[in-house]
């Protein structure tokens, strides 16, 4: 189901709590509400739709991989980057890395270590920021 963005700086400051199983939908609503925003948006985390646990979802070309309690094991290449988000108006800097390495739970909860690099580490850099209560 598409979910309403949050935009409140006060929800979105606060550290998700481990997802379980019982969270299974909120999965479906991410990637719907991904959907729905495609023209503006890369990823989101679940505390952009008001639910305040970790979970995130990131758009690879075709793909929207969701990323359950995941956790960067790994990084090398740091960078300067200019951000936007959908919770947020304007641009900000971050610091991101060009590869990381993350270790995480799959849509059918089956752990699962994946590395990306580039654009789509940053995506993932960004939304684990929303998972730990940062605000870029």
Do not use: W
Request: some cysteine; hydrophobic content about 45%.
């Amino acid at each position: 189901m598409i979910k309403p963005v949050v935009h409140d700086p006060a929800a979105l400051t606060t550290v998700a709590a481990p997802a379980t199983r019982a969270d299974a939908q909120v999965i479906t609503d991410l990637r719907d509400t991904l959907a729905a925003h495609q023209a503006a948006c890369v990823g989101m985390a679940a505390n952009m739709i008001g639910v305040n646990k970790r979970i995130i979802i990131i758009q690879v070309g075709p793909l929207a991989i969701p990323l359950v309690n995941p956790e960067i094991t790994h990084q090398s290449g740091p960078y300067q980057a200019q951000e936007g988000c959908l919770s947020l108006t304007g641009e900000r800097s971050a610091t991101r890395y060009r590869d990381i390495r993350v270790r995480f739970l799959d849509q059918h909860f089956h752990p699962q270590q994946q590395a990306f690099s580039g654009f789509s580490a940053q995506i993932v850099q960004h939304e684990l920021d929303h998972c730990n209560g940062i605000l870029i």
